[in-house]
């Protein structure tokens, strides 16, 4: 249709720009963004234009950099490759697995520490909530690093699915607390805030790892290893409760103007659709491993 061609056309220019308009934009934004926050203007009328033209900033830097840096990409991993572990890293996707699940298991252990000890110096359930949620994601990752470490991928194929529909038994759990949460950020006013600059940090962190996530998600979802899928979906799920954290932080730092109604349902709708997404990986992958079970089984019967 014509008009959707035109639509496309001008969504195309408006986000995929040349590199001076980048630099011109991301001087304006910085310069903008210097300015609100050295004059404690972060609640004034125009401070919302100012947030949203960084915003426009983000977006066409990441996707220029998306598209454009994979020559200078390509070169670097081609020289770091050269370094035996590096090159294993790339190379070998149960070793990436065991070093990005033993990575993530201590920064969800220090999560959990970290929102302990605030609950102790400030009580309130909002911490004990994300530190049961982060321990619990932890333990996660836990057993099956320790799968990988004790039995490895392609060894036990029943015993993968044991382990990949525990994962999803365990998911259920997360998801009590991340409706705890929810119920909190909704009803109490509680939620997440990134001062300053430390937003625009936090969100092209979660922007990439919820990418990545996805990416990762597709490309092992016909992956013959329940296991190395099982480490996929909690890593989508986590960054699924990013990208809600970090809308809660939106929120609070740039909706000054927004009224509380608008707020809770605004949350309500991306934290049911969260939600419902958990839900139905963590049905998904106990569903699913019981049945291949019960096909295993009968085949060793029927021999």
Request: charged share 15%; hydrophobic share 55%.
């Amino acid at each position: 249709m014509p008009i959707i061609k035109k639509l496309k056309d001008i969504l195309f220019k408006l986000i995929f720009v040349p590199l001076s308009v980048i630099i011109a934009l991301v001087a304006l934004s910085t310069a903008v963004l210097i300015y609100i926050f050295v004059n404690s203007l972060s609640r004034a009328p125009m401070a919302p234009v100012g947030y949203a033209l960084s915003f426009y900033t983000l977006v066409v830097l990441t996707l220029f950099l998306v598209f454009n840096l994979k020559k200078v990409y390509a070169k670097v991993k081609k020289r770091l490759l050269k370094n035996h572990l590096i090159n294993r890293f790339f190379s070998d996707a149960e070793f990436k697995t065991k070093v990005s699940l033993a990575f993530t298991f201590g920064v969800n252990l220090i999560y959990g520490g970290v929102n302990i000890l605030s609950g102790i110096i400030n009580p309130s359930a909002w911490f004990f909530i994300l530190a049961a949620y982060y321990i619990i994601l932890a333990f996660m990752r836990f057993i099956l690093l320790r799968y990988f470490r004790k039995i490895g991928v392609g060894e036990s194929v029943v015993a993968e699915h044991k382990r990949a529909g525990l994962c999803g038994i365990i998911m259920l759990l997360l998801n009590l607390m991340l409706v705890a949460a929810l119920l909190m950020i909704i009803y109490k006013n509680k939620g997440y805030e990134y001062n300053g600059i430390l937003i625009y940090i936090m969100a092209a962190y979660t922007f990439f790892i919820t990418i990545q996530s996805i990416i990762n998600f597709i490309k092992y979802r016909k992956q013959k290893s329940p296991v190395m899928f099982a480490t996929k979906v909690i890593s989508l799920s986590a960054a699924l409760v990013s990208m809600l954290a970090l809308e809660t932080a939106m929120l609070a730092q740039f909706g000054a103007g927004d009224t509380s109604e608008f707020r809770r349902i605004i949350i309500s709708i991306t934290g049911g659709l969260v939600v419902i997404t958990e839900l139905i990986m963590s049905v998904y992958l106990i569903i699913h491993s019981v049945t291949e079970i019960k096909k295993l089984k009968n085949k060793v019967r029927l021999k």
